[in-house]
């Protein structure tokens, strides 16, 4: 009799956990998404395009040309971790353009305005996967099209997909060049989790696992579970930093990178990311690739940075073969490579280090 009790006990807890427990941070509530209209400006003209990911998921993409008509070089350019591309972005493409260099600049799957679901689906070999699917696309649609020369790509990330555009240019020797800023390479000790929290990613982990596991079966009968993605030290945050604005403290807004964010940010955002993420994340090492990258590398980096920590990239210069990387170091935080006063002189110098790389 106990042990009948135990299992319907045991039965109804799974039920539980798998179909109604909430772990305080919700699902995700995604925005439609209209196609960008082409734009015309003094640098060049901007397009939405569509390509596909390796599943077929759609991705969508802001194709930038430069004014003159030429095939030429292509900068393809992704978000970090849960970013989209109209976070500050878009002034990076916009001056390569101006520099006579063709963007495109495109959402990972479940992010912006690509689709994909469950949306905030972080999974670093999809987003280098992802990377692919651009090449193959320029290297193919647009080079046909005569937008580009398929021989000049160039591979842009920044943060996490900073990681990831270094594993995707090991892995494709199309790419005549990457620029990696602020780029993922480790995990820096301070940002481990421990104690509950460590204990709580592993449980909503292995918990939202489950839950993808039952709903290839029965679609659509778990909801995903996630955690949050950003937080200020202390908190309960993926990645901790002094510049991110507080989950507690409203007032505490963060950098000028947050508070300049346009709203809402295409496809709807939320600090969050699927618990998944983490089941995968510790086989993600951009710094075991680097050395196999063929082509001229050039690493931005933030002296004062407390999320990606300078030591880092500064292993990442040493471990790359001898003589193909640049490093180049800022006097600033990790955000503040994305806005003035850092900005520009950060964009000009990729973009003389991408003309060297392909020769243009």
Same mark, same amino acid.
């Given at each position: 009799m106990?042990?009948?009790?135990?299992v319907?006990?045991?039965?109804?807890?799974?039920?539980?956990?798998?179909?109604?427990?909430? *772990?305080?941070?919700?699902g995700?509530?995604?925005l439609?998404?209209?196609?960008?209209?082409?734009?015309?400006?003094?640098?060049?003209? +901007?397009?939405?395009?569509y390509?596909?990911?390796?599943d077929g998921?759609?991705?969508?993409?802001w #194709?930038?040309?430069?004014?003159?008509?030429?095939? $030429?070089?292509?900068?393809?350019?992704?978000?970090?971790l849960? $970013?989209?591309k109209?976070?500050?972005?878009?002034?990076?493409?916009w =001056?390569?353009?101006?520099r006579g260099?063709?963007?495109?600049?495109?959402?990972?799957r479940?992010?912006? $305005?690509s689709?994909?679901?469950?949306r905030?689906?972080?999974d670093?070999?999809?987003?280098?996967?992802?990377?692919?699917?651009?090449?193959?696309?320029?290297?193919?649609? +647009?080079?046909?099209?005569?937008?580009?020369?398929?021989?000049?790509?160039?591979?842009?990330?920044s943060?996490?997909?900073g990681?990831?555009?270094?594993?995707?240019?090991?892995?494709?020797p199309?790419?005549?060049?990457?620029?990696?800023?602020c780029?993922?390479?480790?995990t820096?000790?301070?940002?481990?989790?421990?104690?509950?929290?460590?204990?709580?990613?592993?449980?909503?982990?292995? #918990?939202? +696992?489950?839950?993808?596991?039952? *709903?290839?079966?029965?679609?659509?009968w778990c909801?995903?579970?996630?955690?949050?993605?950003?937080?200020?030290?202390?908190?309960?945050?993926?990645?901790?930093?002094?510049? *991110?604005?507080?989950?507690?403290?409203?007032?505490?807004? $963060?950098a000028r990178f947050?508070?300049?964010?346009?709203?809402p940010?295409?496809?709807?955002?939320? *600090?969050?990311? #699927?618990?998944?993420?983490?089941?995968?994340f510790?086989?993600?090492?951009?710094?075991d690739?680097?050395n196999?990258?063929a082509?001229?590398? #050039?690493?931005?980096?933030?002296?004062?940075d407390?999320?990606?920590? +300078?030591?880092?990239?500064?292993?990442? =210069?040493?471990?790359?073969?001898?003589?193909?990387?640049?490093?180049?170091?800022?006097p600033?935080?990790?955000?503040?490579?994305?806005l003035?006063?850092?900005?520009q002189?950060?964009a000009e110098n990729?973009?003389a280090?991408?003309?060297?790389?392909?020769?243009?």
């Amino acid at each position: 009799m106990y042990l009948i009790a135990l299992v319907c006990a045991l039965a109804a807890l799974l039920v539980y956990l798998l179909f109604f427990f909430d *772990n305080g941070f919700g699902g995700f509530r995604r925005l439609a998404v209209t196609p960008r209209q082409a734009e015309q400006r003094p640098d060049g003209r +901007l397009e939405t395009v569509y390509f596909p990911a390796e599943d077929g998921t759609r991705l969508e993409g802001w #194709l930038i040309q430069p004014s003159n008509d030429a095939p $030429g070089p292509l900068v393809i350019m992704a978000p970090g971790l849960t $970013g989209t591309k109209d976070a500050h972005l878009e002034p990076f493409a916009w =001056h390569f353009a101006a520099r006579g260099l063709a963007v495109l600049l495109f959402d990972f799957r479940c992010f912006g $305005g690509s689709d994909g679901e469950p949306r905030h689906w972080v999974d670093p070999f999809r987003h280098v996967a992802d990377y692919r699917s651009a090449i193959d696309y320029a290297t193919s649609d +647009l080079a046909r099209r005569g937008v580009v020369d398929p021989g000049r790509l160039v591979l842009w990330g920044s943060s996490f997909s900073g990681g990831s555009a270094l594993v995707a240019a090991a892995q494709s020797p199309e790419v005549a060049a990457v620029v990696a800023q602020c780029p993922y390479i480790e995990t820096p000790p301070e940002q481990v989790p421990t104690g509950r929290a460590h204990a709580r990613y592993i449980f909503w982990t292995v #918990l939202d +696992l489950a839950r993808s596991a039952v *709903n290839r079966l029965l679609p659509g009968w778990c909801p995903p579970l996630y955690m949050p993605a950003f937080g200020s030290p202390g908190e309960l945050a993926f990645a901790s930093s002094a510049e *991110n604005p507080s989950r507690k403290d409203p007032e505490r807004r $963060g950098a000028r990178f947050w508070q300049r964010m346009p709203e809402p940010l295409r496809g709807g955002w939320e *600090n969050k990311l #699927l618990a998944r993420f983490l089941a995968d994340f510790d086989r993600f090492k951009p710094l075991d690739s680097i050395n196999a990258v063929a082509c001229p590398i #050039l690493l931005v980096a933030a002296e004062h940075d407390d999320l990606i920590p +300078l030591r880092y990239i500064e292993r990442a =210069h040493e471990a790359a073969a001898p003589g193909s990387c640049e490093l180049a170091v800022f006097p600033c935080r990790h955000f503040d490579l994305y806005l003035e006063p850092i900005q520009q002189e950060n964009a000009e110098n990729q973009s003389a280090f991408i003309r060297r790389a392909v020769q243009s």
